[in-house]
């Protein structure tokens, strides 16, 4: 079954600077990726997801992925961090396997932005 | 979370009681689910249907049910409430699982709390 592992359950970086919140899968196929956020006490907003046409995936807010096959990753990426982006984040997968077509998640990392 | 309607918003239940989780959704979407949110552990799939008729589990089933007799709707009902349900359970849908053209949209949750 198809999985993905987010490293660190919290990142904290400095207002401007990197964020990079990794995100890695297990899947014999290259499955479709995607993140999410989610603001505190509100659902789910879909950040990107990639669905094998570019590698390299911009999404809202100024985020941005690249799905790596060699390295079955999909980190999630904003080259200037603004205190608004302090929310909790989600990569979650869909095996492209019939039959086992399902939304699975990470168990996130919470992103604090210090001032 | 546009289309995607979950009722009650926040909810506390005795152990031992039964209740529904409404979901809806007017997008004539086939595929619908339900995840329950708890920290540290993302969100775990419970049950999802691919249409009207047909359920499947998911990775936590126990102690839920659900049914899909209508396109639009898909409850969720604890059979006999346990404190361990304290939760927060989102419901999905699109109008297939496949992302490739499709939005899954997230209705906004529902908070539960068993006593």
């Known amino acids: 079954a198809q999985s993905v592992t987010q490293l660190g359950s919290h990142v904290s970086v400095s207002e401007g600077a990197l964020v990079l919140l990794r995100c890695n899968y297990s899947?014999?196929?290259?499955?479709?990726l995607f993140w999410y956020v989610q603001y505190p006490n509100q659902g789910l907003q879909l950040l990107l997801k990639?669905?094998?046409?570019?590698?390299l995936v911009k999404g809202i807010n100024g985020f941005e992925a690249e799905f790596k096959k060699s390295e079955t990753s999909f980190h999630l990426t904003k080259p200037s961090a603004h205190m608004s982006d302090a929310a909790e984040y989600f990569c979650?997968?869909?095996?492209?396997?019939?039959?086992?077509?399902?939304?699975?998640f990470g168990t996130g990392t919470r992103l604090t932005i210090i001032p | 979370n546009a289309g995607v309607t979950q009722t009650p918003k926040f909810q506390v239940l005795k152990t031992g009681q039964s209740m529904t989780l409404q979901c809806a959704q007017d997008?004539?979407?086939?595929?619908m689910s339900w995840y329950r949110q708890d920290p540290g552990m993302g969100l775990r799939l419970i049950h999802y249907?691919?249409?009207?008729?047909?359920?499947d589990q998911g990775e936590v089933p126990n102690g839920y049910n659900v049914s899909r007799s209508t396109t639009e709707d898909f409850p969720l009902r604890l059979l006999s409430a346990a404190p361990s349900q304290t939760s927060v359970y989102f419901c999905?849908?699109?109008?297939?699982?496949?992302?490739?053209?499709?939005?899954?949209?997230f209705g906004e949750g529902s908070w539960l709390t068993v006593v």
């Open positions: 999905a849908s699109s109008y297939s699982i496949n992302p490739s053209g499709n939005t899954i949209y």
């Open positions: 899947s014999s196929v290259p499955p479709y």
């Open positions: 990639y669905t094998s046409a570019a590698t």
């Open positions: 979650a997968v869909i095996s492209r396997a019939v039959g086992n077509e399902k939304l699975t």
């Open positions: 997008m004539n979407h086939e595929y």
């Open positions: 249907s691919v249409g009207a008729g047909i359920t």
